[in-house]
């Protein structure tokens, strides 16, 4: 079946210029995740949903980033004012969460360049 | 605070020459513990989850145990195409899960 889908796979902002992150996940799983990844680091949580309900954002860096799902499917992560810190692997993970597996499974990423 | 740590950092194999990577956690709680591959440029691929001490899971090469405080990925006689990173997780009371830095493996024929 199909997997996690993400778009656009590469994205080069100009520093103050905003983007939009997409995620498609494997149809039917509840919860949807992202996940920031640096070069050479393991991926490092930003939100999470369960549904359409936001459960934790305390992941954000800042309030330049904002997370929608509003349909409970497919969601978009948004990066206001681009900063050059904010280069990096943007993964999406959904999870079925039947009540006895959380696992993950992950799409390809979208990688951010900031000049 | 909570933390996952993995060892060794890197990993450099012949063929068939057998070895297990270190994955060490201080979190209270635990939902479960999990094991991810990583190719260079692609999202991580589950390999295995983990939820109680005592438990093993079996995959082709692969084998992960979990005691109460770490988790073992051992890998018996790899091959080249086993070369990535491995990546540890752990979930723990909410659903998010905490990443270890990974364990870059290489295997020479």
């Known amino acids: 079946g199909a997997g996690v889908s993400q778009s656009p796979r590469y994205k080069v902002a100009k520093r103050g210029q905003d983007v939009a992150l997409r995620c498609d996940p494997i149809?039917?799983?509840?919860?949807l995740f992202w996940y920031q990844q640096a070069l050479g680091q393991g991926p490092e949580f930003l939100t999470y949903?369960?549904?359409?309900?936001?459960?934790?954002k305390s992941g954000l860096p800042s309030d330049r980033f904002f997370a929608e799902r509003p349909e409970g499917s497919v969601s978009t992560l948004k990066i206001q004012r681009t900063q050059q810190e904010d280069s990096a692997v943007y993964l999406c993970a959904s999870s079925l969460r039947d009540g006895s597996s959380y696992e993950q499974y992950f799409g390809p990423g979208t990688r951010l360049t900031v000049t | 605070e909570d933390q996952v740590t993995q060892s060794p950092e890197a990993l450099r194999l012949q063929e068939g020459e057998s070895s297990s990577l270190n994955c060490s956690y201080t979190v209270s709680g635990l939902r479960g513990l999990f094991w991810y591959r990583q190719d260079p440029g692609k999202g991580p691929e589950f390999l295995f989850t983990?939820?109680?001490a005592g438990e093993e899971k079996e995959k082709e090469r692969l084998k992960a145990t979990l005691t109460k405080k770490e988790s073992f990925l051992h890998i018996t006689a790899p091959k080249p195409e086993d070369s990535a990173t491995y990546l540890c997780?752990?979930?723990?009371?909410?659903?998010?899960?905490?990443f270890g830095t990974g364990t870059r493996l290489q295997v020479f024929p």
């Open positions: 949903f369960q549904n359409e309900a936001q459960l934790d």
């Open positions: 997780a752990v979930a723990y009371n909410t659903d998010k899960l905490i």
């Open positions: 983990l939820y109680s």
């Open positions: 149809s039917g799983h509840v919860s």
